[in-house]
């Protein structure tokens, strides 16, 4: 079966940062597009970057540019997202997505879901 895990959220206080990392098991990420997306209490999924497959690409939500990175280490088998200068507005579980090849905006698109990290942003 295949799973999708994030980790690396939690409790941080505003301008801190924090990396989160999705490893896939039971199937390789090399030929997948992984998306991260987050969900706040009341609000929709919203996308916050993507990286294609082969990381030739990349994208970042407006709401995120400047702050975030995306990468991807396929010998780990893990794509990493990098969040900087955290604010309260950040709060929200993010989840991270796969899809073939390439990046999506609509997270209707993406075929394996990980269960979700927390992150919290609050002094």
């Known amino acids: 079966q295949v799973q999708l895990v994030e980790s690396g959220g939690g409790l941080v206080q505003p301008g801190g940062s924090l990396r989160l990392s999705c490893a896939a098991s039971?199937?390789?990420?090399?030929?997948?597009?992984i998306g991260w997306f987050r969900q706040a209490p009341g609000k929709e999924r919203e996308g916050v970057s993507c990286?294609?497959?082969?990381?030739?690409?990349?994208y970042y939500a407006d709401s995120v540019k400047g702050r975030v990175t995306i990468s991807r280490d396929n010998a780990k088998n893990t794509v990493y997202l990098q969040v900087n200068s955290l604010k309260p507005e950040d709060t929200a579980v993010y989840y991270c997505a796969a899809r073939r090849l390439l990046c999506s905006h609509y997270y209707t698109d993406y075929n394996y879901w990980g269960q979700g990290t927390q992150v919290t942003v609050s002094s």
């Open positions: 039971r199937f390789t990420l090399d030929y997948y597009a």
């Open positions: 990286i294609s497959s082969s990381g030739a690409s990349t």
